[in-house]
């Protein structure tokens, strides 16, 4: 069974950093691209980043770019975001998300929540 | 960079009557491999996503064949064919054939 398991949410003030990580499982997470989606509260769904399995392709949206940073660890069968120059727009429900060798987004862990406040 | 639109924005309907959602992009989401990259998703309440549709018309492992997908090129439909109370939640529709991805708005399906 697939498993997608995100941490490392939680309340930071503007201007603050947060890492997020993602432990996958039950799948060969090194053949897998990855992608992080955010849920602002009540909104909809916004892609954020993708890496693929080697980590050598690396894109971002234009909201984040230059203040997150996606990478991954193969050998752990984890994914990361590093959120730094946080502000309240970021505030969301940040979803890890698996991407097939067919570019199908198939399966999303039970998210983690970033609420930058002060 | 494509844009995502569907319609309507929410839905009500009458357990065990169909339903539709349309999904329209700004550009073909037809590859030049032969491939349209368009995805259907659920979101129930207080759920992450889960794959309905991929590929414009191909059901995803598991999921009821109530569901349907359909369309090309611009124009795609996702449709239930006799909506039950599980049904319930917000769909989305998502393009993955140019960076960024890009998602729909997202339909919200009640029950009547």
Redesign the interface.
Known sequence: EVQLVESGGGLVKPGGSLRLSCAASGFTFDNYRM?WVRQAPGK????VS?ISSSSRHI?Y??SVRGRFTISRDNAKNSLYLQLNSLRAEDTAMY?CAS?NL??????????TLVTVSS | EIVMTQTPLSLSVTPGQPASVSCKSSQSLLHSDGRTYLYWYLQRPGQSPQLLIYEASNRFSGVPDRFSGSGSGTDFTLKISRVEAEDVGVYYCLQTKQLPKAFGQGTRLEIK
């Open positions: 992608n909809g769904l916004e892609w993708s894109f949206a234009d979803y991407e067919l570019s199908t987004v198939d399966y999303w862990g039970q998210g």
